[in-house]
């Protein structure tokens, strides 16, 4: 199953093992499950401490990952490949007893959770989020045995993804009921299962000292302004919903000067490596609300907490935009994406629209046609705004029928899930219907400003106005990235930005004669 190189890194990796791991196995006459044996072959041949047996399970293919010393159980059903083999070496390894990357206090929280938790994470392999979803659920049911994780590929699983009407990943269940769907971190799974840890977060966020800087938001931007002001021996911190923004859902990133190709969670954790390889006090799973100036400034969070800084770094970064057409909201989640990597393969033989004619527009029509049965493209100018290249390969395909002078004006359902759409030719004024199973809408991104309107002076589309040196109208309040008024939306101009916004901020910090000692010798 696995070729040589894969294998001799995952022997290489195995070495970590210092406890018994058992694989069980629940196959059937299917490729699928002859290729999970053989992947279950491969592992054990690498390491003694592990076995395998088979027992019949509630799914086939499917292999557990057990531990009797632990009494832990982490599954996967299906073929864990792509961009979850991964998952698969981390349950390895953690079952197996290797030191799991939560801080400790996060581990005595997970051990102390009373009551069973039974997760069910549908995915897709080509979802590049689903992997963090897994991963975050597996180390709790490696740490505790009252916790158990199904990985389940919703493209083998078909009938069971229609029967939970699942149409976006990563979807979770927990026992048996809807939990949450898209990106969510162990922080955020512990708030929703742990009715007091938002009280505690916020006690403990309200005993932190005052920061020198404090950046708020852990994209490109961000991470490169924390480490340029963690070098600068600044008292550094970092406030972020979780590290990444856009960048985690963004599949080949070819345009990094430097390195050719690379993914995107490959370079968010990059990012987060590098920015904790210095002293900066990270606090995930944290939305700021409001900006306030009382000789300090101050950040008040959504938990209740407010934190204290001598500067501030806003790079809260951009969202999809959205339609805003009636039964957009209603069927988000349920025939409604904005991700054609990760929910793609859901809509397998099926009809799909990609709103919007532009180079990510384009890029997923093309995606999508080799999945699904039909895409229309609907473009609400006159003309594509793609790349030649990508116009004419999509031209190409005989599955993809490209409509300019469209106008979405619905998207229709049955209550349940998409069925299609309604749009307007803007140049007959003629309304039309296509009957469909899913959207993908694709029309650009919306700063994440709306927490700051009337605080800091903003262009009409919400982007926060910054001079040469990222300050804004706010004296000690820089921004960067692509919640900036920046013409150009790229990586490594955002990481550019974040830097020249913390040496905006150091020199702030240097004239107003606050900084910490050593940066005032």
Known sequence: ML???VKNQLKSYMQHLKRPVELVLSTDDSNKSAELASLA????????????????????????????QTQTNITFAGLPMG??????????????????????????????????YQFETYVSLSCQTCPEVVQALNMMAAINPNITNVMIDGAL??????????????????NGEPFSVGAISVAEILNKIDVNAGARQAEALNQKDDF???????GPAGAAAAIYAARKGLNTGVVADKFGGQVAETVGIENFISVSKTEGPKLVANLESHVRDYDVDIMENQRAIELTQDGKIKLGLENGAELKSQSVILATGARWREMNVPGEQEYRGK???????????????????????????????????????????????????????????ANSMGNITIITQAMTTEVLGDGKRVT?????????????????????VQIGLVPNTEWLRGVVEMTERGEVIVDARGQTSIPGVFAAGDMTNSPYKQIIIAMGSGATASLGAFDYLIRQGETVEEVAA
């Open 420 to 440: 299609g759409l309604q749009y307007t030719d803007r140049a007959t004024e003629q309304s039309h219907h296509v009957e469909l199973a899913g959207v993908f």
């Open 212 to 218: 020198d800087v404090l950046v708020v938001g852990g």
């Open 83 to 116: 961009h979850e083999f991964t998952s698969l070496v981390l349950a390895l390894l953690h079952t197996g007893g290797h030191d799991i990357k939560l801080a400790d206090d996060v581990i005595a929280q997970i051990k102390a959770l009373p009551g069973k």
């Open 3 to 5: 070729d040589a190189n």
């Open 335 to 393: 025939g409604v994406a904005y991700c054609p990597h990760c929910d793609g393969p859901l809509f397998k033989g099926k009809r799909v629209a990609v709103i919007g004619g532009g180079n990510s527009g384009i890029e997923a029509a093309i995606d999508l046609a080799n999945i699904v049965e039909h895409v229309t493209v609907l473009e609400f100018d006159s003309k594509l705004r793609a790349d030649e290249v990508l116009q004419r390969k």
């Open 157 to 174: 699983f078909q009938e069971e993804v229609e029967q939970r009407d699942i149409l976006s990943v990563p979807s979770v269940f927990l």
């Open 41 to 68: 072959q491969d592992i054990v041949d690498v390491h003694e401490l592990v076995s395998v047996r088979n027992e019949q399970g509630k799914r086939s293919p499917s292999m557990s990952i057990q531990s009797q």
